[in-house]
């Protein structure tokens, strides 16, 4: 993928390992001041950069391993922009996966791996019937937000998911209320909350027709 936009000197490209350390940068700078992430993570204790830092490179990792879609914007040779996005029959149990879970509590230490992986039960325990694509990590690097670039992604991983026949939909999550006016926008409504402390996280879907049943839809109302 590498494709021009409306956003001036902005290209979208499929990202691979190459890309890693410049994606966990940006994602660090995304979700260090996350609400989600500092309860988590527990921003009041020593170590919390590094336990987030941590974190986003086990996921990053896990999703790269499982060759799973991962998508950024490039403005020159600078990534603003990343997206890493599961498969609909992926449908991920974090604890199932005993590498992944070992990393993490050396990494990032065990309470907080037990946290994120009770918060992560919570979001599959929401998770539509249907097979959906889940959108585990998305962030813009903080110096380029406010400019388009989040729709950006956000509208290049809607296309992933059309171009997929078994998807039939897209899950995120934001713990940060400020973003919901943003995802309804796009088409997002609410699955459900989880309570964090004393806020709530919100887990939100949106119907995604896969390109291939577009097709055949219009053919279907000609009769």
């Known amino acids: 993928m590498a494709e ?3 956003n001036a000197g902005a290209v979208l490209v499929r990202l691979d390992e190459t890309a890693r350390n410049e994606a966990q940068s940006v994602l660090f700078h995304a979700y260090r001041e996350d609400p989600t992430f500092q309860y988590l993570f527990d921003h009041r204790k020593p170590g919390y950069n590094q336990r987030v830092r941590a974190t986003i490179r086990e996921l990053i990792d896990l999703y790269l391993e499982l060759n799973q879609e991962a998508v950024g914007v490039m403005i020159d040779d600078t990534l603003v922009a990343v997206a890493f996005l599961g498969e609909p029959e992926l449908r991920m149990n974090l604890a199932d996966q005993f590498g992944w879970r070992v990393r993490m509590v050396l990494t990032a230490g065990f309470s907080s791996t037990r946290r994120y992986l009770e918060y992560h039960q919570k979001i599959r325990e929401l998770l539509p019937q249907r097979q959906a694509h889940q959108l585990p990590l998305m962030g813009v690097n903080p110096k380029y937000q406010h400019k388009g670039y989040g729709r950006m992604i956000l509208q290049a991983v809607e296309r992933l998911c059309e171009d997929n026949p078994r998807g039939h939909g897209l899950v995120l999550d934001t713990g940060n209320s400020r973003y919901l006016p943003f995802y309804q926008s796009e088409g ?10 004393d806020f709530e996280d919100h887990v939100l879907f949106r119907d995604v027709i896969p390109a291939e049943r577009q097709a055949r839809e219009p053919a279907k109302q000609s009769f």
Not at 188 to 197: A, C, E, N, Q, T
């Open 188 to 197: 997002f409504r609410s699955l459900g909350k989880i309570r964090l402390g």
């Open 4 to 6: 021009n936009n409306n």
